[in-house]
């Protein structure tokens, strides 16, 4: 069944989506002890704070402030990553629980934004949603990369000296 957002919606819901993500990232970075860990998810925040920027652009609403204004803000309280983190962190979560969350996270928003994006009609406002679904498949793949380093799996970079020939 068609979905009928206006673009101002969509934008304003990629822009609320973005922070939330980054806001993520950002706790997940300063507890996390190992530094190419850190690295990963202050990259990932950074990314999220960028792809925020491009909607908040777009967005010709006058509600969320300025840009820097906004990005400010103390997270959402209705964060579901941000609420699972703080849950694992009361069991001693690690750098390898919080990407374990961010793998699902980003699988299971990956999934919303594309099962959305299939009902959407206006073409724009579908773009917008779609340009979030390839954004989420790429940092989960990042995710996805440094989970298998830290766990000492076959890295991707390290294939041509596992793979008989």
Request: glycine letters at 2%.
């Amino acid at each position: 069944m068609p979905q009928e957002f206006k673009l101002q919606e969509a934008l304003k819901l990629a822009i609320q989506t973005e922070k939330n993500v980054m806001d993520f990232y950002k706790r997940a970075a300063e507890i996390t002890k190992n530094p190419r860990g850190k690295k990963v998810f202050n990259l990932l925040s950074s990314e999220e704070r960028e792809h925020a920027s491009h909607f908040f652009h777009l967005y010709q609403g006058g509600d969320l402030g300025t840009f820097e204004q906004f990005m400010a803000t103390p997270p959402h309280p209705d964060s579901v990553m941000l609420k699972e983190l703080q849950k694992a962190l009361d069991e001693s979560t690690h750098e390898r629980k919080a990407m374990e969350i961010a793998l699902r996270e980003e699988e299971d928003l990956a999934k919303n934004l594309t099962l959305t994006a299939s009902h959407i009609v206006d073409p724009a406002v579908r773009a917008v949603f779609e340009k979030m679904v390839k954004e989420t498949r790429d940092h989960y793949a990042l995710i996805e990369s440094e989970y298998a380093h830290l766990m000492a799996m076959v890295h991707e970079t390290d294939i041509d000296t596992y793979v008989r020939e």
